[in-house]
């Protein structure tokens, strides 16, 4: 049996094969010795990276560094790693770029063009990777979002600060003069998200009417304290709302999605899920405020929460959403069930309202069904059948 080529040069942890996934491995040089790859996680501190003397260290998504509390620091791991990187051996920073803070950032900028103390390499995705496939994917999330689209596909950095979701002058430009009545052809949609002890219960009510979003109702309740909400006055008091309006459902994530649908369902209505990743819901309504398609409610909880609302970075360079908790209660309850309102793709279609009885318009309509309905009757009984209808007519 002949030696496989790679038993001459690579070394696996003792048990490993080839085919399982380690977290580090040796390969031998032609003088017998071994340089070992290992991969670690970033930790607090950068732990991780000390003790030991270094051939070569690589930061991959170096600009995501931090944790939601902020422990694990970029700056820490690059100064603990690269202190410990043998003369002739190099410190590689790379990641998708966030904003224009943070040590990628700031290496990034002092060397771009110049290559004082490193090497700065810019490239986008299509650079390095130009198949059709590849092109179609970054040409649809520029569609979808083109700001994260901009910097996960083109490498862009983004304005420092630019953890804001919903851009502040944005908000105050569709600030809404009054709320809109439905009218036949609207579109409503509900969303709701629900709170009983330290935060809110709100519902918020849109419509849309070629194509901007307005506002039509919102409601907040909030607990006192030592006195919270009542899950079931709050739903029958929701359920009103929905009701008086039309509505046979509402919109809301998994916070006490058992209590919404049971007592929902007293009242016959339902509960829908929001989506999966509740960061989608928030593109999609900063895209329609962005194109000039959102009408904002002019309700000042509804608009501090909205400005307060941080999109914080995730390994990977996805976001999550974060709403700062108010020392008087609430967690951006008001803006998560508009937001849920704003992100619905299909909705309730407001009908035209029934003429008034006796009026030439309700006699019109009567006309209409009472032809129909004898035309249902007189449907299968054969040619005498249709003769003596139109005769009796």
């Not at 100064?79 to 043998?86: G, H, I, Q, T």
């Amino acid at each position: 049996m002949a030696k496989s080529p790679w038993r001459d040069w690579l070394v696996l942890p003792k048990g490993a094969t080839p085919d399982d996934v380690v977290s580090s491995f040796g390969i031998r040089r032609p003088d017998g010795h071994v340089v070992t790859f290992e991969a670690g996680v970033a930790t607090k501190g950068g732990y991780g990276g000390r003790g030991r003397s270094l051939t070569d260290a690589a930061l991959d998504e170096c600009a995501f560094f931090r944790d939601s509390t902020y422990a694990v620091n970029d700056e820490e791991i690059f100064r603990a790693v690269s202190a410990r990187v043998l003369p002739g051996g190099q410190t590689i920073l790379a990641s998708t770029p966030w904003a224009k803070s943070g040590l990628l950032y700031d290496q990034y900028s002092k060397n771009a063009g110049k290559h004082e103390t490193a090497i700065a390499i810019h490239a986008a995705t299509l650079d390095l990777n130009p198949q059709p496939w590849v092109k179609v994917i970054v040409e649809r999330e520029m569609q979808r979002d083109p700001e994260n689209a901009a910097r996960e596909f083109g490498a862009q950095f983004m304005t420092a600060g630019s953890t804001a979701c919903f851009d502040p002058d944005q908000l105050r430009a569709a600030m809404a003069t009054e709320w809109a009545t439905p009218q036949p052809g609207d579109v409503l949609r509900a969303g709701m998200d629900l709170g009983f002890r330290s935060d809110s219960s709100a519902l918020v009510v849109v419509l849309m009417r070629a194509g901007v979003v307005m506002p039509v109702f919102v409601l907040e309740l909030r607990p006192e304290d030592g006195k919270p909400l009542s899950p079931e006055q709050t739903i029958q008091t929701f359920a009103a709302e929905l009701k008086a309006r039309g509505l046979p459902y509402a919109m809301g994530d998994g916070h006490y999605k058992e209590t919404a649908t049971e007592n929902l369902a007293k009242y016959g209505l339902g509960f829908v899920d929001a989506p999966t990743q509740p960061a989608d819901a928030y593109v999609r309504t900063r895209n329609l405020l962005r194109d000039g398609k959102l009408q904002v409610p002019n309700e000042p909880r509804l608009v501090q929460q909205a400005l307060e609302t941080q999109a914080v970075p995730l390994s990977g360079g996805g976001v999550s959403i974060v709403h700062p908790r108010w020392r008087s209660g609430g967690h951006g309850d008001v803006c998560a069930a508009w937001v849920l309102a704003c992100y619905q793709a299909g909705g309730i279609v407001v009908q035209e309202p029934p003429p008034a009885v006796n009026t030439e318009a309700w006699w019109q309509k009567e006309r209409e069904r009472m032809r129909k309905e004898a035309m249902a009757r007189n449907k299968g009984a054969g040619d005498r059948g249709a003769r003596a209808f139109w005769r009796a007519k």
